[in-house]
Every structure is written in C-alpha cells, then in structure tokens.
Antibody, heavy 115, light 110 residues
Framework: EVQLVESGGDLVQPGGSLRLSCAASGFTFSTYWMTWVRQAPGKGLEWVANIKQDGSEKYSVDSVKGRFTISRDNAKNSLYLQMNSLRAEDTAVYYC????????WGQGTTVTVSS | QSALTQPASVSGSPGQSITISCTGTSSDVGSYSLVSWYQHHPGKAPKLVIYDGIKRPSGVSSRFSGSKSGNTASLTISGLQAEDEADYYCCSYAGNSARVFGTGTKVTVL
C-alpha cells in the first residue's frame, strides 16, 4: 500500500525551530518529486515547497524562503522540512505529498506556533 | 503568487450537477494544462479527483469531470451525492516548479 506518514509536529514558541519528517512506503520514493502543503486553521491549502528526485532542485513559496528548508534521504525513504524562525502564521497542518499530480497525501502533522 | 479564485460555496440537490470555477491568470491556469482538483473532507487527507485539467485518477467516479477555458478551470460534479459534500480545491502549475492552490469551495448537498 502506498503510504506517507508525517511526524514531528508540535507546539513551539515564535522564533523557534522544528523539523518535520515524512516516511514513505509502498512506492519507489527516489523516483518522485515530493512536496509539502499546509493548511492553517480555517484557511485553504497552501503549497509550501517541493524537491526533485535527487534533491538537486528545491522550490518554495515566498513566505517561507530563507526560513524553511526541504530535504530528503532516499536511502531512508524520507522527506523532511526544517522550519526555523517560526511565526504565528506558520501554524497549520502540514501534509507530505507525492508530487506526480500530488496524487498521494499523508494524514498531516500539526504545527502550532504560540507563546 | 496569489491564490486562484474559487466561489466560497456551491450547493445542489441530490442528482443535480454543479460546477466549481477556478480563476487564475495567464501566468498559471492560462499557460498550462496542469490544473488538478482535490476533494477534502475535514480531518482527512485531501484526495485527487482530477489532474492535468481533465484526467481522472483510477478509482475516481466518472461523475467528476474537468475543463478549462482561458484563465478559468472548472470542476463539474454530476449526479450529486451526499458523499460529495466536502471542500474542493483547484491547484495549478505556476512556473519554476511552483504550484498555487485555489481559495477553496465548500460544496453542500441540500
């Protein structure tokens, strides 16, 4: 079964850091672009960042540039999102998504930025 | 990148057809045939129902169909059923490997 499982969400203070992980199974992880998408409370979906199969290309939305870093470890079938300088507006459910048409989604992990 | 514009809500009775619009610009929807649509039941993972503007993934009901004209993409749900009640989001390729989502539409089955 194709599956994505996120972890690492937590309550963190403004200015703090957090690292999200996504464990992939059931497909050849190394052959797919991967994406992070988030949904703030009461808001719509927002594309956050994506990364090429070998990690050589990375792209992100302007609001997280310089603060968030997407990475992957193909040997571990894992995707990561390092989030620094967190702000209240980063509070959201973060989804790990397989990028081929964004056809497979994890259940999400919740990040709350609050003092 | 600005979010694509969708109506906040659309409703219909069981058996009817509804259409959700998704308006972008010549930099996203208008330039690429790479619009996808997602069904999202709160608390669950979003589900892909249309990709590449008009294609349906395996297992998705044929009641879902997509189209595009100029800078506007559309999702039509025919034969509306109670289980179709959910939030729906469009998403377009926006160049430089970026994606942009729509504002979302709440579908209510009356």
């Amino acid at each position: 079964e194709v599956q994505l499982v996120e972890s690492g969400g937590d309550l963190v203070q403004p200015g703090g850091s957090l690292r999200l992980s996504c464990a992939a199974s059931g497909f050849t992880f190394s052959t797919y672009w991967m994406t992070w998408v988030r949904q703030a409370p009461g808001k719509g979906l927002e594309w956050v960042a994506n990364i090429k199969q070998d990690g050589s290309e990375k792209y992100s939305v302007d609001s997280v540039k310089g603060r968030f870093t997407i990475s992957r470890d193909n040997a571990k079938n894992s995707l990561y999102l390092q989030m620094n300088s967190l702000r209240a507006e980063d509070t959201a459910v973060y989804y790990c998504v397989r990028s081929s048409g964004m056809d497979v989604w994890g259940q999400g992990t919740t990040v709350t930025v609050s003092s | 990148q600005s979010a694509l514009t969708q109506p906040a809500s659309v409703s219909g009775s069981p058996g009817q057809s509804i259409t959700i619009s998704c308006t972008g610009t010549s930099s996203d929807v208008g330039s690429y045939s790479l619009v996808s649509w997602y069904q999202h039941h709160p608390g669950k993972a979003p589900k892909l129902v249309i990709y590449d503007g008009i294609k349906r993934p395996s297992g998705v009901s044929s009641r879902f169909s997509g189209s595009k004209s100029g800078n506007t993409a559309s999702l039509t749900i025919s034969g509306l059923q109670a289980e179709d009640e959910a939030d729906y989001y469009c998403c377009s390729y926006a160049g430089n490997s970026a994606r942009v989502f729509g504002t979302g539409t709440k579908v209510t089955v009356l």
